[in-house]
């Protein structure tokens, strides 16, 4: 079993109410628009990072993180990258790739709006985590944790950080 915390759109911006969430976990995922490298940095130490870059990320960000990761965990395919559209309203070829890797999980950012749902359709689970920082129309700032054991995900919760700009 691997325990993650699945958090976007930090735009720059990440706080204790954050961090007191991530220490429990073994990998931290960041969906893109990471904003600066310090935020990064602010993460607890020893957890596995699988970080992608987002529309609002440097050039110092682009070269250090890859725009998609397909990885595998725990017998789980995961497909993250930070634009993506939600279902079924994915966004330009995003429906096609789903369909050709065929991950179990598509997790995206972007949109600040935190969003889990099972898409029949391309038979894969859907995650957004919504916004961890303060910049865009989100109110409340949200992140994801769950846990991936024999290739399935178990004991989500949505962790609401409180409203933005508190």
Request: hydrophobic share 40%; net charge positive; with cysteine.
């Amino acid at each position: 079993m691997v325990k993650i915390a699945l958090i976007s759109d930090s735009h720059g911006f990440v706080d204790s109410k954050v961090l007191a969430h991530l220490h429990d976990v073994d990998e931290i995922w960041h969906a893109g628009d990471i904003g600066d490298e310090a935020v990064i940095f602010a993460l607890p130490h020893g957890k596995k990072l699988r970080a992608v870059f987002g529309n609002i990320d440097d050039l110092n960000i682009r070269e250090r993180y890859k725009e998609e990761l397909f990885f595998e965990v725990e017998g789980m395919k995961i497909l993250m990258l930070h634009i993506g559209g939600r279902p079924p309203y994915y966004i330009k070829d995003i429906k096609k790739k789903i369909q050709n890797l065929k991950p179990d999980l598509f997790v995206c950012g972007h949109s600040h709006i935190c969003k889990v749902e099972y898409d029949a359709k391309v038979n894969c689970l859907y995650m957004n985590p919504g916004a961890i920082g303060h910049q865009g129309f989100h109110q409340i700032r949200t992140l994801l944790k769950f846990e991936i054991e024999e290739g399935k995900a178990k004991n989500l919760r949505v962790v609401e950080l409180g409203k933005k700009g508190k």
